[in-house]
């Protein structure tokens, strides 16, 4: 890895009268300095990943600073560069994080989503669940990713909605299969913890009563803990690196989808206009290279007839 790149992640929730301005003034400050990446601006405030040169990645970061809303924006800081994203993409959407109800965020003083969960340290998240496990109420950890990215990694014992885009989480929380949970403590787990800012809000307004999230997400906790703490696995991410470990020697609890050998490789279909991802190990994927998931396959023999 080159010592001189880095990739930034972050997500800032800020109020934005013109969001549309914001993402031209990142757009043209990610062109001069070099950086690639994803940013999505709404009138919410900020979330992106960019990469490239060590100096213009924290220049970048302090020109962002440097806008009134973004002063208190906090990153993290992952290996990589802008070779990991093939272009860079700034885009100005109606949320963050499109679980398609905007209308149930609001950010409040300070730039806190109101009625987000209590958040949790790494430390605070061990210390909740051995205390509730030796009160006899265990905690339950509740993915608040897309399905397929708990492949490969996840809590220990944790649920894992039936999603496969973050829009399905309406339907999921609103289908009655974890009503048992609304009066039971729950830890929501995401990537970098955005997700969760927004997940708990709609659990919230749906009845769950005890809610908490991980303070700077998975990425954090592992940074704390590595795979020496309660997850267990490796990290999906959404760029060339397809996936983050916290250690040499990670879990492999991935499954490969043709011979079930164990793999932490996620791959997509090969068909270009297809972005599902499965667990295929490299035996598998260097005898077929060419393999297209199930629905396409379906979709072609279709055709066919």
């Given at each position: 890895?080159?010592?001189?790149?880095?990739?930034?992640?972050?997500?800032?929730?800020?109020?934005?009268?013109?969001?549309?301005?914001?993402?031209?003034?990142?757009?043209?400050?990610?062109?001069?300095?070099?950086?690639?990446?994803?940013?999505?601006?709404?009138?919410?405030?900020?979330?992106?990943?960019?990469?490239?040169?060590?100096?213009?990645?924290?220049?970048?970061?302090?020109?962002?600073?440097?806008?009134?809303?973004?002063?208190?924006?906090?990153?993290?800081?992952?290996?990589?560069?802008?070779?990991?994203?093939?272009?860079?993409?700034?885009?100005?959407?109606?949320?963050?994080?499109?679980?398609?109800?905007?209308?149930?965020?609001?950010?409040?003083?300070?730039?806190?989503?109101?009625?987000?969960?209590?958040?949790?340290?790494?430390?605070?998240?061990?210390?909740?669940?051995?205390?509730?496990?030796?009160?006899?109420?265990?905690?339950?950890?509740?993915?608040?990713?897309?399905?397929?990215?708990?492949?490969?990694?996840?809590?220990?014992?944790?649920?894992?909605?039936?999603?496969?885009?973050?829009?399905?989480?309406?339907?999921?929380?609103?289908?009655?299969?974890?009503?048992?949970?609304?009066?039971?403590?729950?830890?929501?787990?995401?990537?970098?913890?955005?997700?969760?800012?927004?997940?708990?809000?709609?659990?919230?307004?749906?009845?769950?009563?005890?809610?908490?999230?991980?303070?700077?997400?998975?990425?954090?906790?592992?940074?704390?803990?590595?795979?020496?703490?309660?997850?267990?696995?490796?990290?999906?991410?959404?760029?060339?690196?397809m996936a983050l470990n916290f250690s040499d020697t990670p879990k492999v609890i991935g499954t490969c989808q043709l011979c079930e050998?164990?793999?932490?490789?996620?791959?997509?279909?090969?068909?270009?206009?297809?972005?599902?991802?499965?667990?295929?190990?490299?035996?598998?994927?260097?005898?077929?290279?060419?393999?297209?998931?199930?629905?396409?396959?379906?979709?072609?023999?279709?055709?066919?007839?």
């Open positions: 890895m080159n010592p001189q790149t880095k990739i930034a992640l972050y997500y800032h929730f800020a109020p934005i009268d013109d969001p549309q301005a914001v993402a031209l003034w990142q757009k043209e400050l990610c062109k001069r300095l070099g950086l690639t990446g994803r940013i999505i601006i709404a009138e919410h405030g900020i979330n992106g990943t960019v990469g490239g040169n060590i100096r213009a990645v924290k220049e970048y970061v302090k020109l962002t600073r440097g806008y009134e809303g973004f002063k208190d924006l906090e990153v993290k800081w992952s290996e990589g560069s802008h070779a990991d994203f093939p272009r860079l993409s700034v885009k100005v959407k109606p949320e963050l994080v499109a679980f398609d109800r905007p209308e149930e965020i609001q950010v409040a003083e300070g730039n806190q989503v109101l009625g987000t969960a209590t958040h949790l340290s790494p430390q605070e998240v061990n210390d909740l669940v051995a205390q509730r496990e030796a009160e006899g109420n265990p905690v339950t950890f509740f993915d608040g990713r897309n399905a397929f990215e708990a492949q490969i990694g996840k809590f220990q014992n944790a649920v894992v909605p039936d999603t496969t885009t973050t829009r399905d989480f309406i339907a999921e929380l609103e289908s009655g299969k974890y009503d048992h949970l609304k009066d039971q403590p729950i830890i929501t787990y995401c990537t970098g913890g955005i997700r969760c800012e927004v997940l708990t809000v709609l659990m919230a307004n749906r009845g769950f009563n005890e809610l908490y999230q991980i303070d700077g997400g998975i990425v954090r906790y592992g940074e704390a803990f590595g795979d020496d703490g309660l997850w267990e696995g490796s990290l999906y991410v959404f760029d060339e690196r050998a164990p793999s932490a490789e996620l791959r997509n279909c090969a068909d270009p206009g297809c972005k599902t991802l499965a667990v295929i190990c490299d035996s598998c994927h260097e005898q077929q290279p060419d393999r297209i998931c199930e629905t396409c396959a379906s979709h072609t023999a279709s055709t066919r007839k």
